[in-house]
């Protein structure tokens, strides 16, 4: 088949894509890890294989589950032997507001996944890559994506990059701060997190939080923010100045070290137990804006979508919030442009651009 990317990238008269109709065989409902490979040769195409998860038809009304974007999906998640792990995959969306379900299937020993916040957590206990189907159900139609972990070996320094990132807040309740790549402007890397002395590691999560300040300065797609939730067994009082690197590499994130005291597992900061996340998921938007809040639980929430001239779009009040809340604005028919998004909680606020394409 003819692509005109490939004939502007060069190669040759750009008749080189090809597809391939999945067989009803495969849409069972369960994973399958797919390789491809140029007939009669031994050369297998790169990002090789790939998880797949189909259901069979259903009826045409109801839409499958569009995955996220942007997204961790795009680039391998990293984690390390023997170094507690967390990362939290982008919630898929429903064409009819419908909620989701989700499955990870492929992990590696040591490592499980809450399918209620999309959390991985766990100690790693192997090392190599591992591919992962990552789906989405409405109770009738299941989408999935596919998506690599690496797992390092317990000792490595292998990763290098054009790192710039700061450790902005060590607190009871979260580490927090963020952290790209100049040369992979829109990759979401690993960051590990270790005493300052000792190098004894505490844990590791992925930077992949949308952070708008991080966009407004040019920093790829803003999806480099990270929150470490702080494991029980640091909350015994005992003074420990953390750092924060990326994995894999030498590159220590700025604005370390940081102390860390904790007396009680029970007495957080009061800012920590109340701090507000809000993620556009997917930003540029067109048809509508789809927004998960964090944070907020047991408290009012207020969100509000304005144009850029103040008109009101759309609004939303939620007497006691849910651990995660997600909530749908329909812009349809709206200008494109910029939308302006206010989310308060108690004395927390956040507010974040919309573009609308």
Known sequence: MFRQDLQTAGKGNGKHAFTWSIPESLKDGLPHNLSARIAGSS???????????????????????????????IAPLAAQVGVPFSGTLVAFTDPEGQLLTYQLSGLPGGLSIN??????????????????????????????????????????????????????????????????DRNKPNTPLTVEFYHNVTKQVFGSTVANFYRQDLKDAGKGNGVHGYSFTVPESLKDGVQRPIMARVLGSTYELKGGPKV????????????????????????????????????????????????????????????AAQVIEQHRFSVQGQPSGILVLRVNSGLKGVTLKVLKQ
Request: contains cysteine; neutral net charge.
């Open 260 to 319: 860390l005291t904790c007396n009680s597992p029970t007495r957080l900061s009061a800012e920590t137990s109340s701090q507000l996340q809000v993620t556009v998921l997917g930003n540029p938007v067109s048809d509508q804006v789809t927004i998960e809040v964090r944070g907020a639980e047991g408290k009012t929430l207020k969100l509000q979508l304005t144009d850029a001239s103040g008109r009101l779009i759309g609004q939303r009040q939620i007497e």
């Open 43 to 73: 050369f297998i195409l790169k990002d090789s294989p790939k998880a797949l998860i189909c259901q069979g038809t259903s009826s045409p009304a109801n839409k499958a589950p569009v995955p996220p974007s942007p997204t961790v999906l």
């Open 115 to 180: 399918p209620n916040t999309r959390v991985i957590s766990g100690t790693p206990t192997e090392a190599g890559t591992f591919p992962l189907a990552y789906s989405a159900s409405d109770g009738v139609l299941t989408n999935s994506v596919s998506f690599p972990l690496l797992v390092n070996p317990a000792s490595t320094t292998t990763v290098t990059g054009n790192f710039e990132g700061y450790l902005d807040k060590v607190e009871c309740g979260t580490i927090r701060g963020w952290v790209w």
